[in-house]
């Protein structure tokens, strides 16, 4: 079964820093992209940023709101994925999701955890 | 303000069909066959229902289909059932900029 475990969510201060973590199983981490999104409270996803494999260059992308300020990493022997949030805005807070890529859709998400931004 | 443009809820009975529409442009839906549909359950994580349009994971039944043309997609839930109940989102990919715009989530009531 394919398992997507977010981490290290929690209350931040605005323009201080915070690192989700994504631990996975039940699949080949290295074969697949990984993909963060978001939901602020009561409102829709938003998706957030993006790491391709290593086939594809392992390279990364990232919606405007974040670019500049967020960075995707990964490391696939320990099948685990990273978001570094720095120079954190109230904005940001929400629910961040780690979901797995599959081809233009994303197919497995994890449960979610829960950053709040707020002096 | 979401890029795609869906109804906030709508409703239907257990046993009918509601639909769903899902509105872009021709730089997100209507340049690419990647649209996905998400249902998510309060207080819990989206869950994949289509993708690339028309297609449904192995486990979603087959009450659900979607369709898509022009600049938008739908998606219809048929013999609608009380677990039906939920948020529903389409999603869409964008190009190589933007990448990924998602709709605004519509409310799915069973009356």
């Known amino acids: 079964e394919v398992q997507m475990v977010e981490s290290g969510g929690g209350l931040v201060q605005p323009g201080r820093s915070l690192r989700l973590s994504c631990t996975t199983s039940g699949f080949t981490f290295g074969d697949y992209a990984v993909s963060w999104f978001r939901q602020a409270p009561g409102k829709g996803l938003e998706w957030v940023s993006f790491i391709r494999n290593k086939v594809y260059g392992g390279t990364a992308e990232y919606a405007a709101s974040v670019k500049g300020r967020f960075t995707i990493s990964r490391d696939d022997s320990k099948s685990i994925a990273w978001l570094q949030m720095n120079s954190l805005k109230t904005e940001d807070t929400a629910v961040y999701y780690c979901?797995?890529?599959?081809?233009?859709?994303?197919?497995?998400w994890g449960q979610g955890a829960l950053v709040t931004v707020s002096s | 303000q979401s890029a795609l443009t869906q109804p906030r809820s709508v409703s239907g009975s257990p046993g009918q069909s509601v639909t769903i529409s899902c509105t872009g442009t021709s730089s997100d839906i209507g340049g690419y066959n990647y649209v996905s549909w998400y249902r998510q359950h309060p207080g819990k994580a989206p869950k994949l229902i289509i993708y690339d349009v028309t297609k449904r994971p192995s486990g979603v039944p087959d009450r659900f289909s979607a369709s898509k043309s022009g600049n938008t997609a739908s998606l219809t839930i048929s013999g609608l059932q009380p677990e039906d109940e939920a948020d529903y989102y389409c999603c869409s990919f964008a190009g190589f900029n933007t990448f990924w715009v998602f709709g605004g989530g519509t409310r799915v009531t069973v009356l």
């Open positions: 979901v797995r890529y599959v081809g233009y859709y994303f197919d497995s």
